[in-house]
């Protein structure tokens, strides 16, 4: 959703933005060496709501988050060549997500859980689709991309 030409969150499913699901997908639960398959068990022993359905830790949203915001920055920059992501740069937007989730958790648990699994279950239908599907989204991510000037092999 935009409003005046700045992004807005979708305001009753936060975190639940397709390029958040794309890259939780791309990053972790892609191929059978990844980690979302490797530990698969893990996420199904978050399952601590009342439905049991797994989720997605704290910490893996909170990173992919600040993740997405470092790539803003980047953009913002103008897409410099050098541009290090690191914990001291970003360590204060990935807190202020930890926390905000964990509010989240704390204050209405019963929405937290359902939000977590939700994106747990957004990411396996990708996983389920072979990851090809080209969303919208996606596309306009890679339109503010300078492929013309990225170095080939």
Known sequence: MWAHNV??????????????????????FN????IGVRFAK???DLAE???????????????????????LVWKSMGS???FNFSGNQFSETYFFHVKFLQNLKDTVPRKFH?????IYEAVQCLKC?????????QD?????????????D
């Open 7 to 28: 992004p807005s969150p979708i305001q009753n499913k936060p975190y639940q933005g397709e390029i958040l699901i794309a890259l939780i997908f791309g990053r972790v």
């Open 31 to 34: 191929g059978s060496q990844s």
């Open 42 to 44: 893990r996420f199904a």
């Open 49 to 71: 709501n009342n439905a049991k359905r797994p989720e997605v830790p704290i910490p893996l949203v909170a990173l992919v988050a600040t993740a997405v915001y470092a790539a």
């Open 80 to 82: 410099p060549s050098k």
């Open 114 to 118: 359902h939000m977590m699994a939700d």
């Open 129 to 137: 689709a072979g990851g090809a599907e080209h969303t919208a989204e």
């Open 140 to 152: 306009a991510a890679l339109d503010l991309l300078d492929l013309d000037g990225m170095d080939d």
